[in-house]
Each structure stands twice: as C-alpha cells, then as structure tokens.
DNA sequence: TTCGTGACCTAGC
DNA sequence: AGCTAGGCCACGA
C-alpha cells in the first residue's frame, strides 16, 4: 500500500510550488503545509536532495530566523540569495529577511 | 543498537 | 545577540 510518507512527499512539493515569487517560507511552515508540523529537519532533508534540474522554487526557503540556512560564504548561499533578490526579496544590513511581511502581514 | 550529524524550531537565560 | 537544552527524524558508521 502507498506509505504516508509518499503522500506527504506529494504535499511538500504541492506546497512549495505553490509558494508564489517574491515571498518565502520557513522550514517549518512548509513542514505544516505538508500535514507534518514539527518536521522541519525532515523539509530540510528533503531539499538538500533535491536534483539541480529541480523546477521547485527550493531557494524560496528559509529558515524561522529569516536567515539563508547556508555559511554565508558558501556559493550555495550566494546562489540562494541572489535568486531571492531577483525576485524582488528584501535583505536587512545583516542578511536578514522580515518574516513579518509574508507570515503575519 | 548506539552515536554523531544535519538546508530545523522553540524556549530560556 | 549569543549559547544551551530539548524536541524532532533520517542516515551512515
């Protein structure tokens, strides 16, 4: 039988498709999209094995502190970030991102 | 099976 | 703003 987690799969994927451009998402949030609150870590997971060729904005993504879950100095940072500009994201001095503005506004 | 690690989160100090 | 602790879960050694 199909396992649950198949399904939950399906609905992460649902639910990050549907994050529409210039806004984002937190781990955990996407987690709670997909009917698994809580499984943050498991969101995470799941993105870092995602394939390049991916069509799913995963760079909308980010984690409760507003911050790119990436060292600062790492090009998937940089790839991430840039990607989120174009998109029109804005960044604080401190590379932070205001989550009040899509979360709660 | 226990342990360490990881694109995490919340609460407390 | 930084650190610690607990929770969560999957994986490899």
Redesign the pocket.
Known sequence: MTEP?TNALQQLYTALAGIPAGSVV????L?ALAG?P????????V????PEGSQLP??R?????GR???PPDSA?FAR?QSRLLAEGVDFSA?G?IDLNRFGLN
């Open positions: 987690n937190t781990y955990g949030q987690a698994m809580g499984r943050a870590r498991w969101v995470g997971r993105l870092s094995q995602l995963w760079f993504v980010i984690n409760a502190q790119i879950s990436f998937a991430q401190s932070r």
